[in-house]
């Protein structure tokens, strides 16, 4: 039976799976309103800045840290730009296959090139049981698209590229979940909102109040607060590379939601995908080893807060 830490960690690696699960139907609802992608993230990092900005503030030293700028620009700004903007362009789908679908090997990737670890190769199995319950998943959505999603796809794969780079950076450089999110959602508003409110086109006015208010609340609190808190404590305990394999269910989870929701039909594609990957994700999930705990990792200056 997982220890209590484990189970901690599981835990909010599920709330994160949830809250994300339901990112690329809200996303892409955004995406097909008359709203950019521009437009979504000032209302992502202004709401998020204003609540943290209540609560708690920004750490000591962030300002200062040249490694908390970065992670607000790959983990508050790149991820949801590139990803907002690419849902102008794919679908939904595309979106769940390309950001949450490839973090499994972008984050072993990472972590090797970035922090030196290895693949365990009792991962090795789960990881080849992802891969193939996404190709199936994959295939029809792909096949049928021709190239008018391209645009969109690059731009889905370099938010799955930012967020990658970004989990294994966090957990590399120590910080704790609540400072640093308040860290990377507060720099993050500094930097866009500014420019948003001086050279960017605005399409605020042609959106519903609805519309407006729901995607304030899903993308600042839900998303950018809630999410990244449970996924950083998930990290945190468990490891970036397999909380990432968790991570690959979301694309067909939210593809099961679009059936009741969206009237999608569940197809043998989708049915036999979701079969491989929770199989496989269960197979690299698997303990191993006892994970690092998050109290042997370097602690960065600055981090109290």
């Known amino acids: 039976m997982p220890s209590s830490p484990s189970r901690q960690g599981y835990l909010a690696a599920a709330g994160a799976v949830a809250i994300w699960t339901g990112f690329n139907i809200v996303s892409r609802l955004a995406g097909k309103s008359a709203l950019a992608g521009t437009d979504i993230l000032a209302l992502r990092v202004g709401t998020a800045a204003l609540i943290l900005l209540a609560y708690g503030g920004l750490p000591r030293g962030a300002v200062r840290d040249p490694r908390q700028w970065l992670l607000a620009l790959l983990g508050g700004l790149g991820v949801s ?3 907002y903007c690419g849902f102008k362009y794919a679908p939904a789908a595309h979106g769940g296959l390309l950001l949450p679908g490839l973090q499994p090997f972008l984050s072993a990737a990472f972590a090797w ?5 290895a693949v365990q190769r009792h991962k090795l199995p789960g990881y080849a049981l992802i891969a193939l319950g996404l190709a199936i998943s994959a295939a029809p959505m792909f096949g049928d698209a021709g190239g008018h999603t391209l645009p969109g796809d690059v731009l889905l794969l370099l ?10 950076l966090a957990r590399r450089w120590g910080f704790q979940p609540w400072p640093l999110t308040r860290a990377i959602t507060i720099l993050a508003a500094l930097i866009y909102l500014p420019i948003y409110a001086l050279l960017l086109p605005k399409h605020l006015a042609e959106a519903s109040w609805g519309m407006l208010a729901f995607q304030a609340l899903y993308q600042g609190a839900g998303a950018a607060i809630g999410a990244m808190l449970l996924y950083l404590r998930a990290s945190a ?7 990432s394999a968790l991570f690959a269910l979301i694309p067909l989870l939210a593809g099961l939601l679009a059936v009741p929701i969206l009237g999608e039909p569940l197809t043998g594609y989708l049915a036999a995908g979701l079969v491989c990957v929770s199989l496989g994700a269960w197979l690299a999930t698997r303990q191993g ?3 690092a705990p998050a109290a042997n990792l370097p602690a960065p200056a600055g981090r109290a807060g």
């Not at 090139?113 to 670890?117: M, P, V």
């Not at 305990?237 to 909380?243: A, D, F, K, N, P």
Request: glycine share 14%.
């Open 81 to 83: 730009v590139f990803a």
């Open 237 to 243: 305990i468990l490891g970036t590379v397999r909380v």
């Open 113 to 117: 090139l970035l922090a030196g670890e």
């Open 159 to 168: 938010s799955s590229l930012c967020w990658a780079s970004f989990g294994v």
């Open 289 to 291: 080893g006892a994970p």
